[in-house]
C-alpha cells in the first residue's frame, strides 16, 4: 500500500532483488560481500532459502532500505 504524505511514499515494500537492483548491485557483488556463494542470494531472493536475521539487516543496510519496508517472498522466513 502506498500513502503520500508530504509529497513523499510514507510506507512502501519492496523485494530484496528489487532493493539489490536500486542499490546497482549485482548478485555476484552481494553474494562476495556476505562470503556467500551467487546461488545463496539467488536462494533468498526468490524465497527458496530463509535468510538469517544477521544477513537480513546487513543487507538493508547495503542497500540503504529500511528493514520494514523489505518484503520476503512467501516461502522464506527470518531465522
Not at 548491485?25 to 544477521?54: F, R
Amino acid at each position: 500500500m502506498l500513502i503520500k504524505k508530504g509529497g513523499f511514499l510514507k510506507d512502501f515494500k519492496i523485494s530484496l532483488a528489487a532493493a539489490r537492483k536500486n542499490a546497482c548491485m549485482t548478485q555476484a557483488e552481494v553474494a562476495k560481500i556476505l562470503h556467500k556463494t551467487p546461488q545463496t542470494i539467488v536462494n533468498w531472493e526468490n524465497g527458496k532459502s530463509s535468510i538469517d536475521v544477521a544477513s537480513f539487516v546487513f543487507l538493508c543496510d547495503l542497500y540503504n532500505v529500511p528493514q520494514r519496508n523489505i518484503f520476503l517472498p512467501n516461502k522464506s522466513t527470518l531465522t
